[in-house]
């Protein structure tokens, strides 16, 4: 599973995953499998059912959370807090280039109260560009401050 990227321990995020990819996540220790591709995005992509299943047959946890291009609600960003919240151990996400899985968990950091500065660096070092979504970043971290 080369192409898995580590944004940060603990978080990794992954282009569209194969059936293999699961054993080979389940023998690097991720505990969790967050999927975030919504199912026949593209043709030919594995049904995201059919890895949920694999992956319970392999002792991991799984959640849907799949994202669209139309963007991220606030419903999904506290869908995966909630799941970051309660993982068992390290946490793979993936969608169709890891693009959106790294937004949404940078999305649920700031909601949390990470800065977004260190978010985005974090991504970028990762491969990853946040710069469009800082705005979204910044309302996250303001409203984690005003709690």
């Given at each position: 599973m080369s192409k898995l990227v580590e944004v940060e321990t603990g978080f990794?995020?992954?282009?569209?995953?194969?059936?293999?990819?699961?054993?080979?996540a389940a023998a690097q220790g991720y505990r969790l499998i967050v999927n975030?591709?919504?199912?026949?995005?593209?043709?030919?992509q594995p049904d995201g059912a059919s890895l949920a299943d694999q992956a319970?047959?392999?002792?991991?946890d799984w959640v849907d959370i799949p994202v669209t291009?139309?963007?991220f609600s606030a419903s999904q960003v506290e869908r995966l807090t909630a799941a970051l919240g309660q993982a068992d151990g390290p946490v793979l996400a993936y969608c169709r280039s890891g693009?959106?899985?790294?937004m949404l968990w940078a999305l649920a950091q700031a909601r949390a109260g990470r800065h977004p500065a260190e978010l985005q660096d974090r991504a970028s070092a990762a491969g990853y560009d946040l710069?469009?979504?800082?705005?979204?970043?910044?309302?996250?971290?303001a409203a984690a401050a005003a709690r």
């Open positions: 990794a995020v992954s282009p569209q995953l194969e059936p293999g990819d699961l054993d080979q975030n591709r919504p199912d026949d995005e593209e043709s030919g319970k047959r392999l002792g991991l291009h139309a963007g693009t959106r899985s790294t710069a469009g979504l800082r705005p979204l970043l910044d309302q996250q971290y």
